[in-house]
Structure formats: structure tokens, C-alpha cells
């Protein structure tokens, strides 16, 4: 593997290549490689395809079913390095309305559905920005010289996701999640707000609440961001949570946890990834977080801990010229995905990627809770 290959690669791995860049970035080589609906969904193409690293059974439930159906995205919780321009950012481009903003953190709401925590002060290790960087740098000599863009720090880290359940009873819950051999740490706030925190599979933090559809965001959030709009507000609506990225050492694992604790129903085991939904509150690609040779054996870093690497959120109106210019006119990157080599206009998955302030790939696409399953992702 060339070592220009291998940082292509690296970059995509971390969410900081969508895609479309990718295949552009690799060229003829990538269809050499497989096939680009293969590449785009996974790993499990061309000279991988029906090898052990590619196994598509899916993994034993680690215990039995709880019953519980989640509910709510009650909310996404970022560390950021500077927590105002990226809730600035949000407010005015996703138009993600404020709830408060104390100096150190921001609460938005997700149009009428969700909600994001936005926490300041975090960045990235010096080595890993560094790898980034130059990275980014070789991908971008490859662009003509009117395609370049400045690299932006990726300091930018999804530390916790929040889900509502139901039937909720908190002592219930809680003698559920330690007969399944977890460590529930309460988090109870207000007079109706409970919740429990336990680590999945790949130590990520899940936190499980008491919400619901009609008991969140009930009143208006009159907030304010603490620095100037960036850009002049769009007239998007945030409709559906597309998808999470999510990345971990076993996927398999991961897939079979979510879908025994919180009723997640799996896709189909591509063999590297598995596309869940998540009731009727969005989806999440559960992938796995490095490369493999065919026999199975790791050729790439296999995370310590699961991260999440981008987010898609779909918004109306979607008119793909229209958000596209949406995004330049604000002097943001607009990088066309549609899963496959079909142009956007003629695409039934249509979104592009842009970079947010502190360096997160934001994905906006046309995917609503009724079109959750269309085209490729």
C-alpha cells in the first residue's frame, strides 16, 4: 500500500475525507480497488469480498432482550475548542435554535426532536493534528489550486449520547442494566429529568433517559449565541437524525449490544459495517474502525475507544443546487455525496459535507424518517 494510499485512507477513516473525496482523491486506482457502491458503503469490496474479513454473520445477543424501545435523541453532547462559534455556527446554519449558553456551554435543540450540548475547551493530541494536517495537505495537492481550502483543526470530540426509552422506571431500569453485568451511574436533574449512564462495547458513554415526544423541549428556547451569527440564517429544517458514524474495534459486538439494551433493528452485516435503525428516531452505521487484510488481520490502528467521525442530518427543503450554493455562499465546502458515483441530481440519496468551525464533517442530506432506507449511505 502506497503511503499516499494509506493517508487517503487514514483521513476517510477519521471523517475528514467524505466518500465522493475519497474516490476522487484515489483515482482509477479505486476502481481497480472495488466497485464504488462497495467502497462507499464499507470495506468489503473487491479483493476483500467473501474473504474472513468480510464475515457477514452477525454476532450472538450478549444478553437477553430488555424490551425497551428508544424513543428520543434526547441529545448529543460535543467537546469542542471553542464552544461559541460552533453553536454560531449551528444556529445559523441548521437554524438550531439556543436554549442557554453559560459561558462555557451551549444547549441547542434539534429542530423539535433532539438536542445538542456543546462544551468548550478540548483539543485534539498535538501528534494526531499533526498526522491530520499533513495529510490533509497531500490530499489537497492533488485539487486544483481553486479547489483548495485552509485545513481546520479537527478539535472536535462526540464524548456521549443521550437516548429516551420506554417503559421508563428508573429502579427497573436500573436493576435491568446491572443484570446485564453494567455499572449504571445515576445523572438525575430537575424534578423530571432521570437518567443512567453505562459504557457500551467500545467504552463509549451512553446515557439512557426518562424522555419521551411529550416531555422535551416543551417551551420555546429563547437563548442567545454569545458571538455574532457567522453567516446569515438559512431557512433549513432539521426533520431527521440520517444517520450517526459511528466507529469501533468490534462492530459485530457493538450492533448485537444496542440491539438486546435498547431494540436497535440491525441491517444487513456488510461485513465491516451494519446500518441500524434506531426506532423512530434515525439511524446509525455501526462500523468497523480500521483496515484489515483478508485474512482479517488489522493493517491499520484499531481504536481504543469508539468514536463518532460525522453526522447527517436530513433538512428541508432539499434542492441540491440550492443547498449547495447555500453553503459556498457562506464560504463553506459543499462536497457532494450520494453513496455511489451517481450524480447528485439524479441520485435518490442525495447530501453534501461541510467542516464546522472546530473542524467536525457535518453531513446534510434528503433523507427523512419516510425515505430512511433509500439509496445508498
Known amino acids: 500500500m502506497s503511503d499516499e494510499f494509506s493517508r487517503l485512507l487514514d483521513m476517510f477513516d477519521r471523517g475528514r475525507l467524505s466518500r465522493r473525496q475519497l474516490l476522487k482523491g484515489l483515482g482509477v486506482a479505486a476502481v481497480a480497488l472495488s466497485p464504488a457502491s462497495a467502497l462507499a458503503q464499507g470495506q468489503c469490496g473487491g479483493k476483500l469480498a467473501g474473504t474472513p474479513a468480510c464475515n457477514q454473520e452477525p454476532a450472538k445477543l450478549p444478553f437477553e432482550p430488555t424490551g425497551w424501545k428508544t424513543v428520543l435523541l ?4 460535543f467537546r469542542v475548542e471553542n464552544h461559541e462559534k460552533e453553536a454560531a455556527f449551528y444556529n445559523a446554519l441548521m437554524n438550531w435554535p439556543v436554549r442557554s449558553d453559560n ?23 498535538a501528534a494526531a493534528l ?5 495529510a490533509f495537505e497531500h490530499y489537497q495537492e492533488r485539487l486544483p489550486a481553486a479547489k483548495r481550502h485552509p485545513f481546520v483543526p479537527r ?13 421508563w422506571d428508573a429502579k427497573k431500569v436500573e436493576a435491568a442494566l446491572r443484570a446485564r453485568g453494567l455499572d449504571p451511574v445515576p445523572d438525575n436533574r430537575g424534578h423530571d429529568f432521570e437518567s443512567f449512564h453505562v459504557k457500551d462495547p467500545g467504552g463509549f458513554d451512553l446515557q439512557i433517559s426518562n424522555g419521551n415526544r411529550h416531555d422535551r423541549r416543551t417551551t420555546p428556547a429563547h437563548g442567545k449565541t454569545s458571538v455574532p451569527d457567522p453567516f446569515a440564517h438559512t431557512d433549513w429544517k432539521s426533520i ?5 458514524s459511528y466507529q469501533c474495534s468490534d462492530y459485530k459486538k457493538t450492533v448485537a449490544f444496542y440491539q438486546a439494551l435498547l431494540g436497535w433493528k440491525p441491517g444487513t452485516d456488510e461485513g465491516s459495517l451494519n446500518m441500524c435503525e434506531i ?8 462500523r468497523r474502525g480500521y483496515r484489515v487484510d483478508p485474512a482479517g488481520k488489522p493493517i491499520s490502528p484499531v481504536p481504543a475507544k469508539a468514536f463518532i467521525d460525522h453526522i447527517s442530518f436530513g433538512i428541508t427543503p432539499f434542492n441540491p443546487d440550492e443547498v449547495r450554493e447555500a453553503l459556498v455562499k457562506r464560504g463553506l465546502e459543499a462536497f457532494a455525496d ?9 441520485a435518490p440519496y442525495k447530501s ?13 442530506s434528503n433523507a427523512t424518517e419516510a425515505t430512511r432506507n433509500i439509496g445508498l449511505k
Do not use: M
Open 130 to 134: 499533526a498526522a491530520e494536517k499533513k
Open 240 to 244: 431527521w437524525l440520517d444517520h450517526i
Open 74 to 77: 434526547d441529545h448529543l453532547s
Open 279 to 286: 426506532g423512530d428516531v434515525g439511524g446509525i452505521i455501526i
Open 103 to 125: 459561558g462555557q456551554e451551549a444547549v441547542l435543540d434539534i429542530g423539535d426532536w433532539g438536542g445538542l450540548v456543546i462544551r468548550g475547551g478540548y483539543r485534539a493530541p
Open 155 to 167: 478539535n472536535v470530540l462526540v464524548d456521549n449520547f443521550c437516548w429516551g426509552i420506554e417503559p
Open 352 to 364: 453534501y459535507h461541510t467542516t464546522t468551525p472546530n473542524g467536525f464533517n457535518l453531513q446534510i
Open 338 to 346: 450520494t453513496g455511489s458515483k451517481v450524480d447528485i441530481h439524479v
